[in-house]
């Protein structure tokens, strides 16, 4: 059961395991430490994604001199 958080994160449980997962969860706090774990690292990609998408907000001035 604790092997299905990465599953239940990605939403590909089906609906019975999400369930079960979720009563799981419950009164599981390894699981719950896991989980914040896991949903963490979308956020990390995130920020990578942006970084480079702000430098082109930004274009060189070098050009208009
Ligand atoms: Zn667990």
Excluded: W
Aim: glycine share 2%.
């Amino acid at each position: 059961m604790h092997d299905e958080v990465a599953a239940y994160v990605l939403g590909v449980l089906d609906e019975d395991e999400h369930e079960a997962f979720e009563r799981h969860l419950d009164t599981c706090e390894r699981c719950q430490a896991e989980l914040i774990e896991l949903a963490e690292l979308p956020e990390e990609l995130d920020e990578l994604k942006n970084a480079p998408a702000a430098s082109e907000d930004d274009p060189p001035r070098s050009m208009s001199r």
